[in-house]
C-alpha cells in the first residue's frame, strides 16, 4: 500500500505552548514522533505592527470583552496558507458547522489544515472572509480554540494509517464500524465489587459475544442516542436482537 504522505496542521494561535503541550504525550505526539503529521504554529502576534504586539481591541458598538483584531490574524492566514499551500482554512467556533465522524474522515484524507484559533469573544467578522470553513466541537463556550483544534487535530489522526496498530484501527471504531455507540467493554480482575463479567465474554463462543457485543450497542444506541439510530435504521437481525435485548432489559 502506498505510504499516505505527511498530513500537515498549521494553527494560528496566541498560545502555541497549549498545542505544542499536547503533542508531547500521547497518540498525536506518536504521530509526530512517527514522521506522519508536522504541525506548524503561527502566533499572531508575530504579525502584530503595534509597539506592544497587540491583538486585540474593544468592539465597535460597545459590549463585553474583547475581539481579536483582523489585520494580525489575515496576516497569519496569509503566512500559512503559503507555508501550507491548497489546504482549508478552517475556524473552530461554536457558530460552527458540528464535528462529526464523517467530517473528521472527510479531513483526514487531505495533505493538510490549517486551524484558526481564536480567543477573547472571537474575531472581527472581516476575517471570516479569509476563512474556507466554521467547524464547532460542540454547544458551548470555551475560553478559546486550541482545544477544540487539537480535538480536530486528534480525531483526525487517529484516522491516518501508520498511527493505530491493526488491533486499535480506527476503522473499528463503534462509529465507523457500524453506526452506533459502543457496547460495554470489561478487563481484569473478573469481579470488582461483586460485579462479575458477563458470562458470554468469558465463554470463548466468538460468534455469540459477536452478537451479545451489537446487541449492547444497538440497546445503548436505541436508549441514549434514538436520533443515531434513526439515521442509521436497523440491518437485517438487527430488529430482533433489540426486541430481545428491551425484554431482557425490562425483566
Ligand atoms: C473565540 N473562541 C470561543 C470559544 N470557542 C469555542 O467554544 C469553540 N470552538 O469550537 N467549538 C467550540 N465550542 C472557540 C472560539
Not at 489585520?71 to 462529526?100: D, E, F, K, W
Not at 472571537?122 to 467547524?135: C, F, I, K, S, Y
Request: proline share 6%.
Amino acid at each position: 500500500m502506498a505510504s499516505r504522505l505527511v498530513m500537515r496542521f498549521d494553527v494560528i494561535t496566541i498560545f502555541p505552548g497549549l498545542i505544542h503541550g499536547y503533542l508531547q504525550e500521547g497518540i498525536v505526539g506518536r504521530a509526530l514522533t512517527r514522521g506522519l503529521i508536522e504541525v506548524q504554529t503561527w502566533n499572531p502576534r508575530d504579525f502584530s505592527d503595534s509597539t506592544y504586539r497587540r491583538v486585540d481591541d474593544r468592539p465597535f458598538g460597545g459590549g463585553p470583552g474583547m475581539l481579536m483584531m483582523a489585520p494580525p490574524l489575515l496576516a497569519a492566514i496569509a503566512a500559512a496558507r503559503q507555508a501550507n499551500p491548497g489546504v482549508p482554512v478552517i475556524y473552530l467556533s461554536p457558530q460552527g458547522r458540528r464535528l462529526q465522524q464523517q467530517a473528521v474522515q472527510d479531513f483526514a484524507v487531505l495533505p493538510g489544515l490549517i486551524l484558526l484559533a481564536g480567543r477573547y469573544e472571537g474575531v472581527d467578522e472581516r476575517v471570516l472572509a479569509a476563512v474556507d470553513a466554521e467547524w464547532s466541537i460542540g454547544d458551548y463556550v470555551l475560553a478559546g480554540g486550541e482545544l477544540p483544534a487539537l480535538v480536530l487535530m486528534e480525531a483526525v489522526a487517529r484516522q491516518l494509517p501508520g498511527l493505530l496498530g491493526h488491533a486499535d484501527s480506527a476503522a473499528e471504531d463503534s462509529f465507523a464500524a457500524s453506526g452506533l455507540l459502543d457496547c460495554p467493554h470489561y478487563t481484569r480482575p473478573e469481579v470488582v465489587a461483586g460485579a462479575s463479567v458477563p458470562e458470554v465474554l468469558l465463554s470463548g463462543d466468538h460468534g455469540r459475544i459477536r452478537r451479545w457485543r451489537l446487541q449492547q450497542s444497538l440497546g445503548r444506541t436505541a436508549e441514549r442516542r434514538p436520533d443515531l439510530l434513526e439515521q442509521r435504521g436497523l440491518q437485517a437481525g438487527e430488529k430482533e436482537l433489540l426486541e430481545e435485548y428491551r425484554r431482557q432489559d425490562g425483566e
